[in-house]
Structure formats: structure tokens, C-alpha cells
């Protein structure tokens, strides 16, 4: 008997012990997506799908991936390669041990999975070095609802000293389909965020930058990848990254031999080796990561449902209409210009007027770039009744105010650059190189991170009736160094820097939850989700030529929302580009964002009416483009020099659609579309907004369709002249 128990009891341990060494799937999911793996203990991790989630997942553990030549291994990819081994491609991580051992191998310990909330699920899957103890955990935040997976991974080790971390990118995924299409973005001042799609051909494509701050002007770290064909609004598989981080990133996209391409994405490793000592820890920014199966056009509102409730400040809450005073005062103005330009803000119905650059400096006084950056006195001859004065005057004429700061940069002209040298970022001996007529301030030192805090509470602290803070950086990293860093970390600057920014970040949100905060970077600098979680809004581009800015914003808010979108009516002549527009064509572009002026309003002139029922207009249609779910009709990128695309509201019971004409079109030529969108058991009025007397560009004007109508037969518009535009409000009967 007792041989019989003992004997069972034998067998049970041996079948734990098979099942404990068995494949295990792992699986990362959210509503409709899925990521898997497949584990087994002490072996490496193999990343076998993400898309749409599937019924079964068990035939994974059986899945054989073709064998590499004259070797027992085979092509199946892992989770997250690191250089050494059979591994010949851009690795995800890049280690030097502590004995110079250039190799590493990770392989599975286990996994962790726990609920944060009724939407959040959070997976990490440890691993470690096969031979070392080096730890590393890559981390997964499924955010249910919203279709989007974010990944990070954190490092470290237990070795005799430190290690040199020369790669460790934030996340790795292998795609494998007969042909693949990336969409990129380029740009610099005034043209951010320009699209362009292409084939990928075997090797290596790089997105990156190395100019540490304004590290979205150039290029962005969002990127578009459609299988087997170019991307389309509707249809086709279509995968999306961005990376959540305000520095130097690095995306690379490489085709290999076996027509797999394999997506590194992260912080980018050029002059930035971190050392980092045992038991410290090291972590990635998050790369924001979904997947859609029937086009850009479901990613996009994947992404902007996820900003509004994880990545953006009160992404709940209506944004107001702004007056922002610089285009309409540059550094040239005293007291009266100001309260002019608050009553003229009050009478057209705008909610928050912005005082932009040239409030402060005495001794150097702001007048122009040149000098007083640093010094946040408010400047005595201009104002002489202070800060204080202007924002109870605009709050008496029911305006709101805001007010500018550059808190990280400093003219060589203050009493900031004078009585702190060290704290700017310079290169040893080497020349201090100005842009913008100013120099950098090192975050990376705590004193430094101090001081833009101080200068932010000082600021607001000028006035209670400060509700929004325009946070500007106007220039690159050049000629990098730290007077604070030791000599042997000074490739730590590039980290540290952005973390400082982060924990000056953190510090004024503990304090300030709820003053708004526009993020921008002399324009489009800082358009990524790292940044943006601290903001209220950013500022998309420093040209507000209302052309330029469908292009601008078409490309912005693919990943980004509309709420978070400020886009402003200027004068004509534009002031950067010098191009005369109508003001409905302006209106009727900026009213696609989160509509503000950026003008002297004087210069309006007769059309005073005009602008105050604009304005009025967008007031009604606030909710359906802050709040409504995007579509697009047609990329001002196509041929035909049209452009289009509407908001629907969650309940579909009201809809603003948006039309361009982007250049001239002849006399016979109309604009015909198909909506989106929209219930087709539902009916609907359409009216037409911004609409001069006379001068409907839409016949149905005022009459009712069914939705089946709208999405199946389409309507068509009036419009053909360069610049003629058309707003239609599209509500349930």
C-alpha cells in the first residue's frame, strides 16, 4: 500500500515537473487586439503575433518557424533580441559586461499579471542573462477599450561593478507580409509633421533625431506601417507606434533575408552609453503601440481615444477660445495695447487671452530675442501695474488669461546667464553656440530642475487669475555637455535631461492640477505623447497660414486629437508665408482644432460679424470636434487638390464635416464625397456654417437626409476656387 502511494506520489512530481518545463502562451490583450508569446523556462522569449484577437491560441505552442542553414536553430523571432548569438540585425538591446563580454542572451524566468482598473491590465514577462546577473523586464499596459498596448522595459544587474547599456530600446516587433509601406513624417520650422509614404526595400530605414530638445520639429517618433499595399482609410492592415518621449529617439525598420521586418524603437543610443551601477535601475520611455485591420482611419480614433483619457491633461474637459497676443503685438506694446486687445477678445466672444513673449526683464530688458530670457521680472516700463492688473481686467471683461514663459533657455543678455555659468549646457572649453539669440539650461541638474519650477510658480504666483501658462522652447542641443555630470557620464545627458524636464513636470502638476498648459516648442517641437501628458494642448506649428495648416494638421492628427490641436485665425497677408486668404477659409480651417486667433483684432476690419458668428458657431460644434471620433474624407495629399474630413459624436447624433479647396479648379468642377461615419437608420439636417449671405456652397442647405443616403450617395459641393471652403453642421432629426 505504502509502495502504491509512494509510487503515485513519484509520477505526480515527474508530471509537474514536465508541465512545469511545457511551452507556456502568453498573451497581452485588449478588447479586439491580442500580442502573444510562447515561453518556456531558461529559453528564449518568442513573439509569435499581434492583431486581432483570435478564438484559439494553444496550436502556438506547436508553431515551427523554418530552420536557419547548417545550424539546430531556426528564424523564429524573439521577443526582445539582444546582440549576441545567431542575432545579426539592429538588436532591441546592446550590453558591455562588467568583464567585456560584448554578448548577451536573455532567456524566460517567468511572468506577472495584474489588473489596475476595469480597463488596464498589466503584464510583465521577466528575463535574464543566461549567464550573468543582468535583469530585464518588459513591461505591457493593454488599455481595453482603447485598443492600445503600451511597452516599456526596465533594466538591471548584479554584477561586480557596472555595466555599459549601449541599446535598450523601448520595444521590438517582427512583421512578416509579402510587402511593407511606411508612413514617416518630416519637416522643420513652419512645415512640421509633412507626410510621406514608401515601399520599404531590403535593409535598414532609421527615423531618428540627435538634437535632444524640439526632437518632433524635424522628424516625429510616430510612425504607420500597412501590409501589402499603401495605407488606406478603410481597409487593409495597418500597424501604429509613437514613442512617449521628448528626446533623442531612434526608429528603425530593417528587411531581412527572410522577408521579415523587424521594428526597433526607442531612445536613440548615438553618444548616450548610460553606465549603469548594480542594482540600479534603468527604464524606457513607453512606445504606444496598436494595430487595425480595416485602416487608418479605426487607428487614428484608437489613438485619440487613449490621449483624451491617459495622455492628456483634462482630456474631458472643452478647451476655450484663445486670443494669443503675439502676432498681433510681437515685443512692441505697453498696458493699453493689451487691454484693447482683451476688450476687442471680450466682444468677439473669445474665453482666454495669452500674453505671449516680452512681459519681463528690467535690467535686460525683453524687446526683442536678444536679451532678459531667464530674468522673470515683469518688465516695469511696459507694464507698470503688473501682471496682476492685466489678468483682473480680463477676468472683469469675463476673458480668462494666460501668460508665455521659456523656462529652460536663457539669453547670454540677463543676470541669469551672469550669475550661473555653470548651469548652462556647454561642451568644455568649446564655444557656447547661441540659436534664437539663446543658450540652454542643464536639467539634468537638480538646482537647474529647482529653478524651472521656481520660475513656474513665480509666474503664476503673479496673479490668481493665471489659468494657462504657454510653455515655448525655442532651440536644439548643440556642443552637448554638464558642468554637473561627472566627466565619465557625460553621455548620461541626453537621459537625464529629459527626466529632469519630467520631475519639474511632475512637481508642477502635484501643485497645479488644473491650470492649463499649452506645450510648445516654437511650434511643432514637442508633439509626442511624453510631453503631452503633462499639457492641456500643444501648438502644432508656428505657421498659422491656414494652407499650410490642413497639410500640418492632417499629418498631426493621425496620432493626435483635435481637442489638443491649437490652430489659430491670423491676418492676411499671413505673417510667415505672405499668402492672402479669405477669413472664412481661416475660420473655417482653425474651427477643425481647438480654435484660437493669433492676430491684432483690429485688423479684422469690416468683417467684425463675421468673426463673432464664427466664433459663436464653433461654440456649437466645440463638443463634436473636441469629443467626436475622426474621419477622414479626403488627404489634401491627393491629386486633386481637394481636402476633407468630419467629426461624429459617440452617440452619432451629430457630425461637423469640414471641406477645402486647395487650389483652382475650373469652372465645371465640383467637390462630391461620400460621409462616414454616420447611423444610416438615423435622419439628418444639414445646415451650413460660416456662410456669407447668398454664397451656400451646398444646395441641400437646411433639408433632411437619411444617414444610408449620406454614406452611400454622398454629397456634393460648390466649391472650386482656390480657397473656397465649406462648414456643415449634420444633427438628428
Known amino acids: 500500500m505504502r509502495t502504491s502511494v509512494l509510487s503515485i506520489f513519484l509520477l505526480f512530481l515527474t508530471t509537474l515537473n514536465v508541465f512545469s518545463q511545457e511551452k507556456k502562451v502568453i498573451q497581452v490583450e485588449t478588447d479586439n487586439l491580442a500580442m502573444i508569446f510562447t515561453a518556456s523556462p531558461n529559453e528564449k522569449v518568442i513573439f509569435q503575433y499581434w492583431g486581432n484577437k483570435l478564438n484559439g491560441v494553444s496550436s502556438f505552442t506547436d508553431k515551427k518557424i523554418k530552420g536557419q542553414p547548417d545550424t539546430n536553430d531556426d528564424f523564429a523571432s524573439q521577443m526582445y533580441p539582444a546582440y549576441g548569438g545567431r542575432y545579426y540585425l539592429n538588436p532591441a538591446l546592446k550590453l558591455t559586461h562588467d568583464d567585456g563580454v560584448l554578448t548577451t542572451e536573455l532567456v524566460y524566468v517567468g511572468t506577472q499579471t495584474k489588473t489596475l482598473d476595469s480597463n488596464r491590465t498589466e503584464t510583465v514577462i521577466s528575463l535574464k542573462e543566461k549567464l550573468y546577473p543582468v535583469y530585464v523586464d518588459i513591461r505591457f499596459i493593454a488599455y481595453k477599450k482603447e485598443n492600445i498596448i503600451a511597452q516599456s522595459v526596465t533594466i538591471s544587474h548584479k554584477e561586480k561593478s557596472g555595466i555599459k547599456v549601449e541599446n535598450l530600446a523601448s520595444s521590438y516587433i517582427p512583421i512578416h507580409a509579402e510587402s511593407y509601406y511606411l508612413t514617416h513624417f518630416n519637416g522643420t520650422w513652419a512645415a512640421e509633421m509633412q507626410m510621406e509614404e514608401e515601399e520599404l526595400t531590403h535593409g535598414l530605414k532609421v527615423i531618428e533625431t540627435k538634437k535632444g530638445v524640439r526632437a518632433t520639429q524635424s522628424e516625429n517618433p510616430s510612425f504607420l506601417l500597412s501590409l501589402n499595399g499603401p495605407a488606406n482609410e478603410d481597409s487593409g492592415e495597418v500597424y501604429g507606434g509613437s514613442l512617449a518621449w521628448s528626446g533623442n529617439y531612434k526608429l528603425s525598420f530593417e528587411l531581412d533575408e527572410t522577408g521579415k521586418l523587424g521594428i526597433v524603437a526607442g531612445m536613440n543610443p548615438f553618444a548616450s552609453t548610460f553606465y549603469l551601477k548594480p542594482e540600479q535601475k534603468l527604464e524606457t520611455p513607453e512606445m504606444i503601440l496598436t494595430y487595425s485591420a480595416s485602416g487608418v482611419g479605426q487607428l487614428s480614433r484608437n489613438y485619440h481615444d487613449w490621449a ?426
Not at 522673470?376 to 471683461?397: E, H, T
Not at 447624433?653 to 469652372?667: C, D, E, I, N, P
Not at 444610416?680 to 456669407?692: A, D, M, Q, S
Not at 449671405?693 to 451646398?698: A, E, K, T, V, Y
Open 308 to 733: 483624451r483619457k491617459y495622455a492628456l491633461v483634462h482630456g474631458d474637459k472643452l478647451r476655450p477660445v484663445i486670443l494669443n497676443s503675439w502676432e498681433g503685438a510681437y515685443f512692441t506694446f505697453d498696458e493699453k495695447t493689451i487691454t484693447d486687445m482683451i476688450d476687442d477678445a471680450a466682444k468677439f466672444g473669445v474665453e482666454m487671452f495669452v500674453l505671449d513673449d516680452g512681459w519681463f526683464g528690467n535690467k535686460y530688458p525683453r524687446n526683442g530675442d536678444n536679451a532678459g530670457l531667464g530674468d522673470w521680472q515683469v518688465n516695469k516700463k511696459k507694464l507698470p501695474r503688473g501682471i496682476n492688473y492685466l489678468a483682473d481686467y480680463a477676468v472683469s471683461k469675463g476673458v480668462k488669461f494666460g501668460i508665455w514663459i521659456e523656462p529652460e533657455m536663457v539669453n547670454p543678455d540677463s543676470e541669469l546667464a551672469k550669475n550661473h555659468p555653470e548651469w548652462i549646457v556647454k561642451s568644455g572649453k568649446r564655444d557656447i553656440l547661441p540659436m534664437r539669440n539663446q543658450w540652454l539650461l542643464d536639467l539634468s541638474n537638480p538646482e537647474v530642475q529647482d529653478f524651472v519650477f521656481k520660475t513656474f510658480d513665480d509666474v503664476v504666483s503673479l496673479s490668481k487669475n493665471i489659468s494657462y501658462i504657454k510653455w515655448d522652447a525655442n532651440r536644439h542641443v548643440d556642443n552637448v555637455g554638464s558642468d554637473y555630470l561627472p566627466k565619465d557620464e557625460q553621455t548620461h545627458f541626453w537621459y537625464e535631461y529629459v527626466k529632469g524636464l519630467y520631475k519639474v513636470y511632475d512637481r508642477i502638476r502635484a501643485k497645479y492640477p488644473d491650470i492649463e498648459i499649452q506645450l510648445c516648442s516654437s511650434g511643432g517641437g514637442r508633439v509626442e505623447f511624453g510631453a503631452l501628458k503633462y499639457h492641456t494642448e500643444f501648438w502644432a506649428s508656428d505657421n498659422t497660414n491656414a494652407l499650410d495648416r490642413i497639410f500640418i494638421q492632417y499629418g498631426t492628427n493621425l496620432f493626435f486629437p483635435a481637442i489638443a490641436t491649437g490652430s489659430h485665425v491670423s491676418t492676411s497677408p499671413n505673417h510667415q508665408t505672405g499668402m492672402i486668404t479669405p477669413l472664412k477659409f481661416r475660420f473655417d480651417v482653425a474651427m477643425s482644432g481647438r480654435l484660437g486667433m493669433e492676430l491684432q483684432p483690429k485688423d479684422i476690419g469690416d468683417e467684425y460679424e463675421f468673426a463673432v458668428n464664427a466664433i459663436k458657431d464653433y461654440k456649437t460644434i466645440r463638443p463634436i470636434v473636441q469629443f467626436g471620433d475622426l474621419y477622414r474624407l479626403i488627404s489634401p495629399y491627393g491629386k486633386h487638390g481637394w481636402a476633407s474630413h468630419m467629426y461624429v459624436s459617440k452617440d452619432k447624433k451629430q457630425s461637423v464635416f469640414f471641406a477645402y479647396s486647395l487650389k483652382y479648379h475650373g469652372r465645371t468642377t465640383y467637390l462630391e464625397t461620400k460621409l462616414k461615419g454616420l447611423d444610416p437608420g438615423k435622419n439628418y439636417r444639414i445646415t451650413e456654417l460660416n456662410v456669407k449671405p447668398g454664397n451656400s456652397s451646398f444646395s441641400g442647405n437646411g433639408q433632411v437626409f437619411s444617414g444610408d443616403y449620406l454614406m452611400k450617395a454622398g454629397i456634393n459641393l460648390n466649391i472650386g476656387n482656390p480657397f473656397d471652403s465649406t462648414v456643415l453642421l449634420i444633427s438628428q432629426e
